[in-house]
C-alpha cells in the first residue's frame, strides 16, 4: 500500500446544480462534489498523490462518482463500497457569491465513516491529513474518526466550513477546540468562523485566540482582503488573485485548504503553499460546482505570479509578541509504502 502525500477525509455527495433560484422546472446539472472531494481534487491537481477516505455506497451511481474520482487523480484505494443512500445537495448558483444549499444527506452512507475505518498505520506515515468541520458535524462516528485521525497525524490541517444546517455556532466551536492541539494550521473565514473560538472583532486577535487553543498557524481567509496568515506569530498579508472569470464560487475554500495541504505535504513553506492556494481559488470559481474547474499546478502557478511581488512600501511581515513554537512538520518521506 503506496503512502499518499495528503489524506483527505470526509464525505464525497451527489450535485444538482443551477445557475437560476431552485424551483419547479428548473434544470439541473448532475455532478459529484462535497468538501473533501473539492479539496482532494484541488490537492491532487497540486501535485500531491492524494487519496480519499470516505464510504461510498456500492451501487450504479457509486461506480460513477468513483469514476469521477479517478478522473481528477485521486487514489481511491481507502475508499469504502458500502450499502446505504448517497449524500446529496441541490444548489442555486449566484456568480455574485450568493449561494442557496439545500442538503439531503442525513443517515448517508458517507456519514457513517467511524474511527474503525481510520487506516492508522498509513495516517500516522502521510505527509498531511486534511480534514473538515463537515466531517465532524455529519455524525457522531464521523467526527470522533476526524479526531482521532488528526491524533494520530503529524500533520493534519482543518477547514472550519462552518455549516449552520448541520451543526450549531456551539459545537462547530467545540470541534476546533478539540481538534487544535493537533493542528498544524486552520483555515477559518473571516468573520463567522474566526468567532466559533473567540470574541476578537480585529482579525490579528483573532488569529492569536485561535493559536492560543494550541493550532501552530492560522490561515484566515477574508475575501477581498486576501488571507492573514498567522505562523506561531509571524503575521503576513497574502494578497487576493482576482478571478479571470466568476462562474460559480462553491469549493473556492475546499480549493485553497486542499492546494495549502498539498504544498505543505511536497515540502513547501507554509507562506508559499498559502499564496499558492490563493491562486488555486481564485481560478476555481470558473467553473460550475465544487469541481466544475480545477487547474492544473502549471496554470495555478502562473496565475500566483500576479501577487508574488508585493508594491514597494506595502508591509509583508511582522511579528506579533505571542511566543512561538517549533511548528509540525509536513513533509512525506517520498513514495513510502507499507505492508497490507
Known amino acids: 500500500m503506496v503512502i499518499p502525500d495528503v489524506l483527505v477525509i470526509g464525505e ?9 433560484p431552485l424551483d419547479a422546472g428548473v434544470a439541473l446539472t448532475l455532478n459529484f462534489s462535497g468538501d473533501a472531494l473539492n479539496a482532494a481534487a484541488a490537492a491532487a491537481a497540486a501535485g500531491a498523490h492524494t487519496a480519499l477516505l470516505a464510504r461510498v455506497p456500492d451501487d450504479e451511481l457509486g461506480d460513477r462518482l468513483l469514476e469521477r474520482v479517478v478522473a481528477l487523480g485521486i487514489d481511491t484505494s481507502q475508499v469504502l463500497r458500502v450499502p446505504g443512500q448517497h449524500g446529496l445537495y441541490l444548489q442555486h448558483a449566484d456568480p455574485s457569491g450568493a449561494r442557496e ?18 487506516p492508522l498505520e498509513l495516517v500516522a506515515k502521510a505527509g498531511a491529513v486534511l480534514a473538515s468541520g463537515i466531517a465532524c458535524a ?13 491524533a494520530t497525524s503529524r500533520c493534519f490541517v482543518y477547514d472550519p466550513n462552518w455549516r449552520p444546517r448541520l451543526v450549531s455556532a456551539v459545537g462547530a466551536g467545540e470541534h476546533l477546540r478539540a481538534l487544535a492541539q493537533y493542528t498544524r494550521l486552520v483555515t477559518p473565514a473571516w468573520a463567522h468562523e474566526a468567532q466559533l473560538a473567540t470574541d476578537a472583532t ?17 490561515a484566515l481567509t477574508r475575501g477581498a482582503e486576501g488571507v492573514l496568515l498567522d505562523d506561531a506569530g509571524r503575521i503576513v498579508e497574502i494578497p487576493v488573485i482576482p478571478a479571470p472569470a466568476v462562474v460559480d464560487q462553491t469549493g473556492a475554500g475546499d480549493s485553497f485548504a486542499g492546494t495549502v495541504t498539498a504544498r505543505l505535504a511536497l515540502g513547501d513553506t507554509l507562506e508559499d503553499s498559502v499564496r499558492l492556494g490563493v491562486a ?11 469541481t466544475g474547474h480545477v487547474a492544473t499546478l502549471a496554470q495555478t502557478r502562473a496565475h500566483a505570479t500576479n501577487a508574488i511581488n508585493v508594491p514597494a512600501g506595502e508591509p509583508q511581515a511582522h511579528a506579533t509578541n505571542a511566543s512561538a513554537r517549533e511548528p509540525r512538520a509536513c513533509v512525506t518521506n517520498g513514495a513510502a509504502e507499507v505492508s497490507a
Do not use: M
Request: hydrophobic share 45%; with cysteine.
Open 12 to 20: 464525497i455527495l451527489l450535485e444538482l446544480s443551477s445557475t437560476e
Open 101 to 118: 444549499f439545500t442538503y439531503v444527506r442525513r443517515g448517508s452512507a458517507g456519514s457513517g465513516l467511524g474511527p474503525g475505518d481510520v
Open 138 to 150: 455529519i455524525s457522531p462516528l464521523s467526527a470522533k474518526a476526524v479526531r482521532l485521525a488528526a
Open 202 to 218: 480585529d482579525p490579528v486577535a483573532a488569529c492569536t485566540a485561535i493559536r492560543a487553543l494550541g493550532v501552530d498557524a492560522v
Open 280 to 290: 488555486a481559488a481564485s481560478l476555481s470559481v470558473g467553473g460550475l460546482g465544487g
